[in-house]
């Protein structure tokens, strides 16, 4: 669930009240020695994302998120292995447009892309608040002669045509088409009873596959426009999704998962296998070609991307598996047979993609380096993989560009995300090189260091210690940090995703305002493994995470630099979970804390335990979360929350906040009225980050401020 993606203003009466009055209370105490840069430095570089390769003229493309305004940008190549990159957009401000799902034309010359709405889901967004009303998604191209973008018509998720001409697109979850040349008028293409999702283009551009979600199962469709008829593909009760295209386009491949809604947070090491399903696309007639075995990785766990299968020039089915405990890359035969396993060890593969010709895959992992991520490529007719890309760095979303060349996404804990070229030797060129700011703070950073501590169940749990500079007292605070997801992993560096980025240099601005801050990898994440991602007791099913909240506790307690008595926690989402459980549960522990759109109650979160979940399964929920404690809870707390969350619903701070009020807990407030979980403006960061070093440094340096009760 819980993913998150703002300059000193409050963008409510409620929030300004609060900043204000929070703001009044540290006037009053002791200064303390500033950072020699700000949070708006810290976060002044830009996000790339959406990182796309053209089939033609080596050109690739991403979405480049300066202070909330975004763009799409391209990369040309040049001669000795440069690149010209400028942007073919010019949006401008930090507007609260989400913009992403690039897709080029098959020449290489023109890019469609979403923009409005939400990529997270939902509907229409108005985080402006304006009077006219909400924003919905709308499909646009932009080209790389340089004339201004065009609007195509409402909708999201383009796919551009083989022959260049049109586009296919998702408008109020059905399937629509458009041309792409000017002064033509979009048509819906299919009236579908269920939730369209997941179109792709036959490689001869004539039929168009699509998923049908129709809640509890899915069908994997084909639209023959010459016959203008849909052919379902072997339908049944079960789950098919991730359709992928034979190269002569006779076929498509996909996956099926066996029908049920298991809690998704509870621990899955076993499940009715998954299988894959080749089918004829003229005639749907369908075969089951291989089913995961029994026991490990038998329930189905995707790549971090949306492309997790892949049909390669040889007749192979490239896919995902965790046979092993661990999600690795495998191939096995379009006609059937034992799988092929491309990639071994104790280690995980987050992204994956093939090259135009299909002859290779170029993949993300962490082999070998378990706190970081670098590229790695397998030539599909045979060998062992190739690391392309080594040592104290971050790579991940590879694309191959049409001349073979590969892109990623590379940082470091010094240097931000940004797009660059891997060139022979592992030497990485960037694509923009003049995008990130001059007076970025880069070199003030703390080097963020690994650890490993045990948790008093015995587990042992990755994090990383970033340092306050030298100088500081002997004994001072300390800082937990908690990501959200519950699937993800900070890493040894800025993150590829943007709200762990973001996360990341505020972990670097606390470390230089002088505390201790540990970022824990805590169980139910990945990077570790099947057993580490799936623990028993997880979440709704008995909270077994709240262990590692301890060990974390226990390992800064421990340290001579840190004063026991000033150890605060945050975190965002399920890491807002994670400090709610903390202060629930652990007061004496933790001093203060900062809970951004966290889950309260699991018990009523509804669709989070599944249908037909098991007796009893409510009431442990509700035992396994911080309300059923929150009689514990001593410490004080700042609730940040987006009042348009389609992810975390609001109403789990409101049924806190009652709660805290009738226990007398001192807490404070910011909202954000019409944003969204996954923030979409820079200035509602900002707004976040400021009152979190606000807050932490009113009660977790010396003389804390008295209670406020708001």
């Known amino acids: 669930m819980l993913t998150t993606s703002s300059h000193m203003r409050l963008a409510t009466a409620i929030g300004a009240a609060a900043l204000t009055l929070a703001l009044s209370l540290t006037a009053a105490q002791p200064a303390a020695a500033a950072p020699d840069f700000t949070i708006e430095q810290a976060l002044s570089a830009p996000f790339p994302s959406s990182l796309v390769a053209a089939g033609a003229g080596g050109r690739v493309a991403w979405v480049n998120n300066k202070g909330g305004s975004r763009n799409v940008w391209v990369a040309e190549p040049g001669a000795g292995g440069t690149y010209a990159a400028r942007a ?4 401008a ?10 897709a080029f034309s098959p020449d290489g010359r023109q890019v469609t892309y979403s923009r409005g709405g939400s990529l997270e889901g ?4 108005n985080v402006l608040s304006k009077p006219a009303g909400a924003v919905g998604q709308e499909v646009w191209i932009a080209s790389v002669d340089g004339t201004a973008p065009r609007r195509l018509g409402p909708g999201h998720s383009p796919a551009v045509s083989p022959h260049g001409d049109a586009v296919a697109y998702i408008l109020a979850d059905q399937i629509w088409t458009a041309p792409l040349a000017a002064g033509g008028q979009p048509a819906q293409l299919i009236h579908d009873r269920g939730h369209a999702e997941a179109i792709a283009w036959s490689p001869d551009g004539a039929r168009l596959a699509f998923v049908s979600s129709r809640g509890d199962h899915s069908l994997v469709g084909v639209y023959d426009f010459a016959a203008k008829a849909i052919v379902w593909l072997g339908p049944s009760v079960d789950r098919d999704m991730a359709p992928a295209w034979s190269p002569d386009g006779r076929s498509l491949a996909y996956v099926r998962v066996a029908a049920g809604n298991a809690n998704p947070f509870a621990g899955r090491h076993e499940a009715q296998p998954w299988s894959l399903w080749v089918a004829d696309a003229a005639t749907g007639a369908a075969r089951n070609v291989w089913t995961a075995s029994p026991g490990a990785g038998s329930a189905f766990h995707s790549l971090e991307v949306e492309q997790t299968l892949m049909w390669a020039a040889d007749g192979r089915l490239v896919f995902p ?3 092993s405990g661990w999600l690795q890359l495998y191939a096995v035969s379009a006609s059937g047979g034992a799988p092929t396993r491309l990639t071994e060890g104790d280690f995980e593969v987050f992204s994956a993609t093939l090259s135009h010709d ?8 962490n082999q070998g380096d378990i706190d970081h991520r670098h590229v790695w490529e397998i030539a599909l007719s045979g060998g062992a993989p190739r690391q392309l890309t080594r040592g104290a760095t971050i790579e991940d979303n590879p694309a191959v560009a049409s ?3 590969v892109v990623a996404l590379h940082g470091d804990w010094r240097k931000p995300i940004r797009p660059v ?13 003049a995008a990130n700011p001059a007076d970025f703070p880069d070199a003030r950073f703390s080097e963020p260091k690994p650890v490993v501590f045990t948790s008093p169940d015995g587990l042992q749990v990755h994090g990383q210690l970033f340092m306050p500079p030298p100088g500081r007292a002997a004994r001072g605070p300390a800082i937990l940090f908690f990501h959200g997801g519950p699937t993800r992993q900070m890493l ?4 590829p995703m943007d709200a762990y980025t973001y996360m990341y240099g505020l972990n670097q601005y606390l470390a230089r305002e002088g505390y201790v801050v540990l970022s824990v990898n805590y169980r139910g994440g990945s990077g570790y493994g099947l057993d580490f991602r799936e623990p028993p007791k997880f979440g709704p099913s008995g909270s077994s995470e709240f262990n590692d909240i301890l060990g974390a506790a226990q390992f800064l307690r421990a340290r001579p630099d840190v004063d026991p008595k000033r150890i605060g926690i945050w975190g965002g989402s399920y890491g807002g979970l994670m400090t709610a459980l903390g202060l629930s549960r652990a007061s004496d522990l933790l001093a203060a804390g900062v809970d951004y759109a966290g889950v309260h109650d699991w018990s009523t979160m509804g669709a989070r335990l599944g249908p037909g979940t098991a007796k009893g399964a409510v009431e442990l929920a509700f035992e396994s979360s911080p309300m059923a404690t929150i009689e514990k809870w001593k410490s004080p707390v700042l609730l940040v929350h987006a009042d348009d969350d389609r992810n975390v619903p609001f109403s789990q701070t409101v049924e806190l906040v009652e709660g805290l009020r009738k226990h007398g807990v001192e807490f404070e407030q910011i909202i954000l009225p019409d944003e969204i979980h996954d923030l979409l403006r820079a200035q509602s960061w900002l707004t976040f980050f400021h009152a979190t070093d606000d807050f932490f440094g009113r009660h977790l340096k010396p003389d804390p401020a008295p209670p406020t009760h708001r």
């Open 88 to 91: 073919i957009s010019a949006y």
């Open 358 to 365: 299909r002859k290779r895959i170029v993949y993300s992992s």
């Open 403 to 405: 001349d073979g060349q």
């Open 122 to 125: 939902g509907g229409p967004v």
């Open 492 to 495: 040894l560096g800025w993150h």
């Open 321 to 323: 598996w965790e046979r």
């Open 421 to 433: 070229s891997l060139a022979a030797g592992g030497r990485l060129t960037d694509l923009a090189p």
């Open 93 to 102: 401000g930090d507007d609260g447009y989400d913009l992403g799902e690039l």
